[in-house]
RNA sequence: GGACCCGUAGCAUAACUGGAUAAUGCACUUGACUACGAAUCAAGCGAUUACAGGUUCGAAUCCUGUCGGGUUCACCA
């Protein structure tokens, strides 16, 4: 079925074209929702054609508004506000569209066939040497998130995560447990393997710091004392024995990380994320060294005195970008280079995108040119999904300070929060351990996830860890009563022995209440593709919301549902909930929410 | 210093990307559970959209400048 929008468009131009001769381009023609402040279901904003119609606003909205009753059988009345021309549709347009969609439990989503648009995401992206933490949610959620929308877009996604498993921090954690830890694991301790890891990390830093103090102390300036620091130079020595095989660092390098792994798939678990594939560095450096080297010798890069190899991007109003060290190691930038390329190799991606944090915006506009510069067509369908940072109220994080906020201790707070809020309200009593365990899981994922997805990405965002995330309110607990409120009513109906609420002839006039909920319901479609264009998971996340505080209202404003006599008009309001409850569902998986049936 | 981003009620966020009287939640004040679940609903309070100019029929949104905050400009990742 053409969308409505769509068509009001086509005819305002025709309109526009028989009444005054012109042509106007689609995109001058603005059909927006009706504000609610207003009657009318779509507003056309008639000031671009002011210079057409040679008459006033009023005027001129007032003879495309009749043309448009004319023309259209589904629109029924209109009136006009300033410039504003607001169009009513029948109660009979808005009963057929529900009739059309009314089986469809996909509505809104477009198929993915063999012919889709190939999209790669990566988003994680985490370090080997710390656990994840809040800003890393923020990744995590909006990661699995877009891969949705793009999904429900009819683009076949393929999730990657892309892990950082070498370099000096690695290192770092290694040494410091070599020395510190006396050969104990994390089973022995009984500890998460990241937690474990980040610990050994942190003692590093903390003896590193001693000694630099010490050096200091005995007459040696600081920037000296950092590079002299007995832990540092041996944490470069087993950088260069990591790079050269060694295999007691890698064998340490390997059973460390593997303890890491655990840690973070039990995280990555618990916030129900997860990826088609995962990429090394370590796996992937070697072919960005090999790039580059080959481009230079092709002309396409240039060496400095020191032997480093840099690209010149002065002239695309960026910097000299040095690709790889003087003593040839590789950076950050040639593994990005080497796993864009591999990425490539492996999927033939349509697009690539990027879940990485607005902090390194920079770098991927960088590596976007050099790559195009090497030569890699493909390079123009990178792009960067950038996001904002997660600030506490009294600033940034930062892991050295240790104001940070823990992932997984986040969560299990989370948890504890909706039990005891539960506990409160007592309702549910009749539930085993277990069963209450997955409701409270849910509910308090569903909160989290919400309050950071709802905030539009590419914004910085504030958490206050004192204050505990709201369960009331717009929030995603509010969202999922409202979605197990739906399922008891449609039980009861069913106790009831009401069947086939699918089947009425509902004659009655719409209420103002129901012409919003299909209104809205209406909407989801177009929802789905703008978050899919502005790459936004708020836009989710804003729709959801106003869609269940509707629904509330409705409930409130209309008479017991279960007791109204009229069977028809019973029926067609059942049915109105049971597909609100759907594209609460829906859009709820969206942003990867979980609905409990009962809370 | 150069580049980029941001500044909206006490707080946290919206505003269909240039459209109507700037919306919602939290907090605060009221009212509604012997009618389908009150994690709900209804009502009230609260804004010169950082500031000053400009463009436009129309500006929170675009342009210029000022002030404030952030990020980045590493042979760190």
Redesign the pocket.
Known sequence: MQRINKILTEQVQNIIKELYGADVPENQV?V????K??N?DF?I?V??FLRFSKKSPEITAQEIGDALVKNMQDVEAYNV????L?ISLSDDYWKNFFNGIIGNDNYGFKEITENSNKIVIEYSSP?TNKPLHLGHIRNNLLGWSEAKIMEANGNKVIKVNLV?D????ICKSMLAWKELAGGKTPDDVKMKGDHFVGDYYVAFDKEYKKQIAELVANGMDEKEAKNEALWMKNARKMLQEWESGKPEVRNLWETMNNWVYAGFDETYKKLGVSFDKVYH?SQTYLLGKDVILKALEDGKLQK?E???IIIDLTKD?L??K?LL???GT???MT?DIGTAILRYEDFNFNESAYVVG??????FKVLKIVLEKLGYVWAKNISHISY??VEL?D??MKSREGTVVDADDLVDEMIKT?KQ??DE?G?LESFSKEEKNE?FRK?ALGALKYFIL???A?????F?PEESI??????G??VQ?TY??I???LA?AKELGIKNIHKYNNSEKLEQTELSLLNLIYDFEDVIV?AGK?R?P??IA?YV?DL??EF??F?????????EENKDLMKFRLSLSEKTAIIIKNALDLMGIEVPE??
């Open positions: 603005q927006n929702k009706t504000r402040e207003f009318g507003t904003v000031f671009p506000i300033k410039g504003f607001n370090n950082n070498r370099g000096i921090h560095e400095r020191d032997g480093s109003g910097d000299e040095v060290r003087a003593d590789a950076l950050y593994q607005n902090e390194q915006d920079y770098h904002g940072m109220p600033g940034k909706a809020k539960s309200l309702k409701i509910i709802k905030v539009d590419k914004k910085n965002m504030t206050n709201d369960f009331n309110g717009n929030t607990p509010f009563y197990v409120r399922q008891s009513m009861k703008e502005r936004n708020s836009v804003n919301f269940a505080k509330n209202r409930y409130h404003e209309i008479p017991p549902i279960l007791k009962r809370m």
